[in-house]
């Protein structure tokens, strides 16, 4: 690890750019990118050299399992990101998406009869979770995502891990997260932060007391749409335990991802800056609109979890949802198919709008939907992912929406 440092957004630029990378050996010129490296056999010189190849360490040609430079740079410098990590002997693993990630987080830290604790308002593959962990003899339970009460009443002699996830990526709710992990940790559990929405230019959550923090890099690090990566950081600890389970499983992705991956991690700051900007936009304009019922956007002022969000947060991006007053599901169908400018489709963080309907009530174990002090008519969700294009043109779209809704 070179201790390259700067800001977050020199850092962007400079991190995982090693000379040796991006050059050709005994060349002191090089490139700018790490080129792809595609392999799976490394040569050695001789045997004594195949010998010592077996080092266990990081960054050394070994066999592809272990990646080459193009994973490497791009591992490294999400480290770098990680506010806490680099200088703690911490690391990166990659795995081939965000839910892989976490399952790999998981697994790194639960032994059977433990108990994992996940917040309500977990992403849905990570509910799912609970059955591959149950298979394995270990037990899942939730609690409300911002109730730290109920959080330190349901740890139990076998509880070995939380996984928490704020704001939650279809409801929004911000968790206390140095609450609940200083909480956690005061009672011996490992804290897993599902940090995608915010990633760590918005969110350090190393430093915040997370002590594995998991992405889908699907998101925003990709962020053109076209690639399926996670990862998860963590300090020296609990990086040596993330790397063997990793290495056990045959986890490694491909070269030509991890270099997507870096390009657009490249950009991925002005990207953020842009979408959350348009995204409180957007916000503001539906929180006046009398069809909204509730804007549930961390970073609007007034909305649910915005004072945890400006105390703990040094950034946002673009997704957000909203409900709607009253109405039907066909009539929000008839909404989201009057837009123009939003495609239909899961998955959020790239240059392009998408909107999705949520329907969060079946995904809830012990809190309800819609949210306490709501009126029960008002539970059709609406999640915006807003990307690159004019906020003009996305409230124009909005606009019309709201009017086949009005007919629906
Ligand atoms: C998308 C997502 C994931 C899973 O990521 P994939 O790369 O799609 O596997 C995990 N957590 C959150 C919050 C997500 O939105």
């Not at 991690?265 to 503001?284: D, I």
């Amino acid at each position: 690890m070179d201790d390259n440092k700067g800001a977050p957004d020199t850092l962007l630029v400079t991190a995982g750019r090693r000379a040796e990378w991006t050059g050709a050996p005994g060349s002191s010129l090089h490139v700018v990118n790490p080129p792809v490296w595609r392999a799976s056999t490394h040569l050695y010189p001789d045997m004594a050299s195949l010998r010592a190849g077996a080092a266990n360490a990081d960054g050394a040609f070994y066999y592809g399992r272990r990646g080459a430079p193009s994973q490497w740079a791009l591992a490294e410098a999400l480290t770098q990101l990680e506010p806490g990590a680099a200088e703690n002997g911490g690391g990166t693993m990659l795995y081939p998406s965000g839910l892989a990630a976490i399952a790999g987080a998981v697994l790194t830290v639960l032994r059977p009869r433990d108990v994992l604790l996940m917040t309500d308002n977990a992403y849905e593959p990570s509910r799912a979770l609970a059955r591959l962990l149950a298979d394995f003899g270990m037990e899942t339970r939730w609690f409300a995502p911002t109730d730290l009460a109920a959080f330190e009443a349901a740890i139990c002699e076998r509880t070995r891990a939380v996984l928490l996830e704020s704001p939650g990526s279809l409801t929004m709710e911000v968790a206390d997260i140095p609450a609940f992990t200083a909480a956690a940790r005061a009672r011996g559990l490992i804290s897993i932060l599902d940090n995608t929405w915010a990633g760590p230019l918005g969110f350090a959550a190393l430093a915040k007391g997370a002590d594995i923090s998991v992405m889908s890099l699907t998101k925003h690090v990709g962020g053109h749409s076209d690639l399926m990566l996670g990862s998860a950081t963590a300090g020296a600890q609990w990086y040596q335990g993330l790397r063997r389970q990793a290495h056990l499983m045959g986890n490694v992705v491909s070269p030509d991802d991890a270099v997507l991956g870096l390009r657009g991690l490249r950009t991925m700051g002005l990207r953020l800056e842009r979408s959350a900007a348009s995204a409180l936009t957007l916000a503001q304009w539906l929180a006046g609109r009398g069809e909204v019922a509730q804007v549930l956007c961390p970073m609007l002022p007034g909305a649910p979890g915005h004072d945890l969000w400006r105390r703990d947060f040094t950034g946002g991006c673009g997704l957000f949802s909203f409900v709607l007053r009253g109405g039907s599901s066909v009539a929000r169908d008839a909404l989201i198919d009057a837009l123009r400018h939003f495609g239909i489709g899961y998955s959020w963080g790239g240059f392009e709008s998408l909107a999705v309907p949520i329907d969060p009530a079946p995904l809830r174990s012990v809190t309800p939907w819609p949210l306490p002090g709501a009126d029960p008519a008002d539970r059709f969700g609406i999640r915006l992912s807003i990307g690159l294009e004019d906020p003009a043109d996305l409230i124009a779209d909005l606009e019309g929406g709201l009017t086949a809704w009005r007919k629906g």
